[in-house]
């Protein structure tokens, strides 16, 4: 089954780490990566950049709205995402506890839904 780990944290707490504990933290999710990929189980993953270059779009009664930053201001940013194939709930957990991410923000885990039809298929 399909998971994706959507990796939460505080921007601004990741930006008052050195840049040497930055890079650790990415190192050991690329290292993560590649685990996964040794077990089957990796299909993508990457960083996001900061919220501050996201663009937000809305269709309000025919209308686009355009603007610029996240959806929604919360104390946590999504920053990263890993999406796995594993065999069920127990063991995308235990890949989400492995994630440097869990340990200075919030992994959430949701399935995919299959859905056919899609380029790729």
Request: aromatic share 4%; no cysteine; proline share 5%.
């Amino acid at each position: 089954m399909k998971y994706i780990l959507l990796m939460h944290h505080d921007e601004e707490a990741f930006s008052k780490l050195t840049e040497s504990e930055r890079q650790d933290m990415l190192g050991e999710s690329v290292r993560l990566t590649h685990r996964l990929h040794a077990k089957g189980q990796y299909i993508d993953a990457a960083p996001l950049h900061p919220t501050s270059t996201a663009t937000s779009v809305r269709v309000r009664e025919g209308k686009t709205l355009v603007t610029d930053g996240p959806f929604a201001e919360t104390r946590e940013q999504l920053a990263r995402y890993f999406l796995i194939d594993v065999r069920d709930l127990d063991e995308a957990m235990a890949i989400a506890a492995q994630a440097p991410g869990a340990r200075i923000g919030t992994a959430e885990i949701r399935p995919v839904m299959e859905l056919a039809g899609l380029p790729g298929d």
